[in-house]
Every structure is written in structure tokens, then in C-alpha cells.
């Protein structure tokens, strides 16, 4: 297993032993066939409107594809809005070097124009600037902002901040602009196969259940939910006590008094280790990160994290939701009792997201492992350059990382591709590599790639890198 960065992975549960009632009897019933309309022929599906599925139904659109973008919820983002996990982190090395660009760079961009992202400023990326260190020191936010350089400094990282809410509005606009269809309200329930290639999909919401065909169909789920249905090959394993096998119940308290609580911390700094051990005796949770966006004076974040090894299991979402939920809420009635600062505060918000990240994931025509983290070399197919900055000593020496198309287009299945934490990877790559500008990153090149490919009436595995290259170029991609 990898050396993690110790700074970043210091404080995750071990797996929970859940009860489970499983398959409870060993009957089935036989489903009766019916007829399902089908209610649009198109060129490019996409299914889930998380970071993955944004990009690649914007990159789509915009490749000329005709697109549908299929989300199950009232909005897109996925956890980067629904999940509240709304901090784009490793845009940029310990040097102060950006990978990150294209439509990632361009929702940030879109949103800091809108007064809601936020970031450090270029010149003080990769630099020890005091000031800006402590700043995000004080927040809480070390494992998104702060590394340590060869001389063992502290440096800054290029990481963006987003307000959720308005990003929800901003990606509407993005993906109705680039000319992509959006349905939201729609959960993808299978694919539709013909042999061994996806043809479509079935999708059941509120007006009732129907099929999709299209050329190609881009499965952004987070979790690969097209795969049992496709019949391939997946990997769910997960390192116990790794980031990604935890669930996260995240939630905001708002109205925090924040000066008196550091008002508090500085003059009895002794009081306050005493009130957070006994928050912590009682079975709370005290720690938390500071709103970093300027109009979120007074707002604190909480992410609890829990242990899990089947993320897509719903026994177990179940049984973690209910428990977080219950220690969350208790947890801020103890700081609320106890904690100066947290009288008046009351919890504004909890994600409608239950956090996952990990999940199923495939086995692709090409399977990132951890030797390809201990190499700058990049593919002959390159679609993205990854930041690493997260193992430490081994950082240090391979700043960067490089990801293959290969590792969206699934074995022996035509007609799909997966653009999102799903892609293929084994848990130590996926460790550090599954977050939302990763995902943006996969999803950017599958959708050029999916256009490209339904123009051409070519097969999704066969693109022409050459021209891929250009097209993510064009908008934006930083590429070898
Ligand atoms: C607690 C926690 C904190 C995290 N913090 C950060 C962080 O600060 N920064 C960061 O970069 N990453 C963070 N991550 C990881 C990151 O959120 C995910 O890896 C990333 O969001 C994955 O993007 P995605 O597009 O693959 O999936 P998701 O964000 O999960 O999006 C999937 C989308 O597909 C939709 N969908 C799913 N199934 C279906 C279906 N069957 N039909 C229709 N729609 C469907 C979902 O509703 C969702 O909108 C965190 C994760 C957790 C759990």
C-alpha cells in the first residue's frame, strides 16, 4: 500500500460492522415484458450530472454531438454541490505549476466572476507566503491549501473554493449554452445492449419509464451504475482506513460567532482543549472547517467520515446516514452547550448527497496502478496531467501524473465510456485521483471523444487522438 501523506489521512474511522439483512429469501418473481417508448434517438447520453457528467455533456455539445444529460436529482454537481464537498483542490502542484485547466478552470472562472469561488492568488502558488499560510491554517484547510516543500517549508497549492448554490445555477447554464439537452428528475435504472455495445438506456422518473438510444453513452455516475448491466468486469476494493473508503455525512452550521470563539481559544486555550475532549467524551465531533468565501462570515464546515467497503450497498447508506445523521446532530448541541462562539448558531444545511468516494470502478483498456504514480512520463494517449501532491516524499519526487484515454473506454464493451471516479484504476491511483477536478478532467475528454466519434461513425475505443488533443486543447486543456 502507499505512504499517504500524513498530514491529509490522519483522521478516517475504520469500516463499521453494519447488520445487514441482504437477499433475506431465495425467491424471485419473473418482471413482465413490456413495451417502452422510446423517447429520444440521439448521438451522446450522459448519465449523472456530477463533475464528471457536466463536462462531459458541456465537451459533447460543443464537439457538435448531439447530447442528453441525465441527472437523478433537481440538480447537476453532484457532490461538489449536493454533496457539499464544494473544494476543487490540486489545480496545481507544490511548485506552483497548473495542470488543471479546461473546464474545470472554466466553472472556476464562471464562478469567481460571480463573487463565488475563491482562491489564492497566482504569485503566492508554490510560494511560503506567512500570511496566506496561516490564513489557511486557521480555517482547518492544511489538506486542501498547504504542503511542505523539499526544505520542509509550507507552501501554497492553486485549490478553488465554490459556493454551491450558485454553482447549481451556473452549471444549468453551461451545459443549456453549449446546446446539450438537460433532464433532470431521472433516474437511469440499465443499459440497453445489443451483444457486447451499449445502445441506449432505460430511465424511470415521475412521467414513468423509457429508453434513450444513442451513439455512444457516457456512464458519469460516480459509482459505474451502467456496469452490471453491461456484464463487464468491475473492482470495488477498497484499503480499510483509506480516504475512499469512507462515507461522508457533511453538513454547515451557521451564525458561529467565530471571533469569540478565537477570542476564546487564545485567552484559555487550556478551557478550550477541556471542552473539546469533553465534546469528544460525549460522543461529538468538535472539529471543523471554516466557510472560506466571503459571504460566508459566521458558516463552519463538518465533514464526518465514516468507514465503508460497499458504497453502493443500500443497507449500508441507510444504516451510515442514520448514524451520522444522529452524531451530527449532536454533535453541534454540544458545541452549541459548550463551545463559546456556538450559542446562536443552528445547522443551516445537510447534504442531500450522502459523501462516496469510492465504488465500483472498471477494468479499462488501459488499468492505472500506483507504479504509474512513480513515473512523470506521459501516455501516447494523454488526456489529463494530474497534480500529485498527496504522498508525501513520494510527491516531492513525481510532482505530476499522467492519465490515458485508455482509462475510460471499458474492456470488450462498444459504444461506452466512463468519465468519472468509476474510471479505470486500482484503489491506490484512485486514492489520490478521483476528486472533482479529476473528474471534470475524464469527463472533458470523453465527451470531445464521444462527438468525435459519432461524427465520424467510428468506435469510442478507436478516436483519433490526434484530433481529441486538438479539440481539448481548443478549449483550454493543458496537455503534454
Ligand atoms: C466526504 C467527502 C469529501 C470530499 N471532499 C472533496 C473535496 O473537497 N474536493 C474534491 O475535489 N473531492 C472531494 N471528494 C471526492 C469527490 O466529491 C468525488 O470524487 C467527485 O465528486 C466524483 O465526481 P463524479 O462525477 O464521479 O461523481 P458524483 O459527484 O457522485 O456525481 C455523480 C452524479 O450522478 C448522479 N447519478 C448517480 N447515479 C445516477 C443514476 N443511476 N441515474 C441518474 N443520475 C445518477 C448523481 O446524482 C450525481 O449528480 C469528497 C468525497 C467525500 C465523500
Redesign the pocket.
Known sequence: MAKYGSEVYQNYDLPQQIPKKGIATAKTIIEAKREVKVIRETDVIV???????IAAAVAAARGGAETIL????GH?????T??L?????NLGDIYGEQYIGGFCQEVIDRLAARGAADFPEKRFWGKSEASVVDMYLKANMMH?YIRKNQKGEYVVLYTAVIDPEVAKDEMNTMVLESGAELLLH????APIMEGNTVRGVIVENKSGRWALLGKVVID????G?LLPGVGVETIDYMVPGSRIA???F?YWIANVDLQKYDEFVASEPEKHKEITQEIINKGGWPFFCRGLLKHQEGVVWI?R?IGSLHQTDAEEMTYIDVKTRNQSVKSWELLRKYMPGFEKSFIMLSAP?L???GGRRIIGEYFLTAKDMDTDKPFEDTIAIFADNDRGELSLAYPRTHIPYRALVPKETEGLLVA??AFSADHEFSEFF????H?MCFGQAAGAAAAIASKDGASVRNVDYNALKRELLKHGAILP
Open positions: 448519465v449523472g450530472g456530477g463533475p464528471g457528467g441525465l441527472e437523478r436529482y447537476l454537481g453532484g457532490m461538489a449536493g454533496g464537498v464544494n473544494i476543487i483542490p486542501f431521472t433516474w437511469v435504472t458519469c455516475t460516480g459509482d451504475d469512507q462515507f461522508g457533511v465533514h467520515l448527497q459523501g462516496t468516494s468519472c471516479r478521483n476528486l472533482i477536478p473528474c
